[in-house]
Antibody, heavy 119, light 113 residues
Framework: EVQLVESGGDLVQPGGSLRLSCAAS????????MTWVRQAPGKGLEWVAT????????YYADSVKGRFTISRDNSKNTLFLQMNSLRAEDTAVYYC????????????WGQGTLVTVSS | DIVMTQSPDSLAVSLGERATINCKSSQSVLFSSNNKNHLAWYQQKPGQPPKLLIY???ARESGVPDRFSGSGSGTDFTLTISSLQAEDVAVYYCQQYYSTSYTFGQGTKLEIK
């Protein structure tokens, strides 16, 4: 069974940094693109970033480009999202999701981790 | 970016009746190289992550009840629930994966009348 478990969400001040992790199991991690999607409280879904299986190609939403970095450690079946220069509007539940090739739909999704940016 | 617009924003349907949700993209999501529409539908129940229901606009994900169906091509798509069940109360999102700048519709909240 495919499982994705996010961690690392926290309360952080504006301008601060945070690193999210997504531990994957149940599939050959390095064969699949992985994605981060976020959902602000009471709002819809917003794609954040995608990384190919090899880790060689990244894709970012304009809203996070230059501030967020997606990466992966295929030896540890883990996906990361390094978030710098955080803003109040980055407050959201962050989900990791498994893709296939790029582009693709996302399935399944993890349970999410909450990031709150506030002073 | 491709803008995805869903209608209606909310919908109330009686149990056993048909529910229809529409999704329109600002440009075609039909990929010429594979002749497939790069359009997915997700269901999100309260407190849960989204769940993939439909991909390639009309292919049902494994385990999804056959009362859920997707149709459409190009820029206009529809998710239909043929006979609404209580457990179908959720927010439904369409998503295009034609562009690697993925975008979602704003969501449609489905309730029981």
């Amino acid at each position: 069974e495919v499982q994705l478990v996010e961690s690392g969400g926290d309360l952080v001040q504006p301008g601060g940094s945070l690193r999210l992790s997504c531990a994957a199991s149940g599939f050959t991690f390095s064969n699949y693109a992985m994605t981060w999607v976020r959902q602000a409280p009471g709002k819809g879904l917003e794609w954040v970033a995608t990384l190919t299986g090899s880790g060689g190609t990244t894709y970012y939403a304009d809203s996070v480009k230059g501030r967020f970095t997606i990466s992966r450690d295929n030896s540890k079946n883990t996906l990361f999202l390094q978030m710098n220069s955080l803003r109040a509007e980055d407050t959201a539940v962050y989900y990791c999701a498994k893709g296939d090739t790029v582009p693709s739909s996302f399935d399944p999704w993890g349970q999410g981790t909450l990031v709150t940016v506030s002073s | 970016d491709i803008v995805m617009t869903q209608s209606p924003d909310s919908l109330a349907v009686s149990l056993g009746e048909r529910a229809t949700i529409n999704c329109k993209s600002s440009q075609s999501v039909l990929f010429s190289s594979n002749n497939k529409n790069h359009l997915a539908w997700y269901q999100q129940k309260p407190g849960q992550p989204p769940k993939l229901l439909i991909y390639w606009a009309s292919a049902r994900e494994s385990g999804v009840p056959d009362r859920f169906s997707g149709s459409g091509s190009g820029t206009d798509f529809t998710l239909t629930i043929s006979s609404l069940q209580a457990e179908d109360v959720a927010v439904y999102y369409c998503q295009q994966y034609y562009s690697t700048s993925y975008t979602f519709g704003q969501g449609t909240k489905l309730e029981i009348k």
